[in-house]
């Protein structure tokens, strides 16, 4: 059984930040890139995507 650390966690978190921004100040990566890859619903299609505003209840 794996335990989360959450200053383990933290710790992790900074120093990517800290590459990533390393890396858009050396320009090894665009900002674009950066937001790209950071982005955590980057893999999912936006295009077909729609807002449902009716007073149904979808069955789940």
Known sequence: ???FDPAQRAAE???ARLADDEAL??????AAELNQRNFAFAHVDFSK????????IPSL
């Open 1 to 3: 059984m794996s335990y």
């Open 13 to 15: 978190k900074a120093a």
């Open 25 to 30: 100040a050396s320009g090894r990566v665009s």
């Open 49 to 56: 995507v729609r807002i449902d505003f009716s007073d149904h």
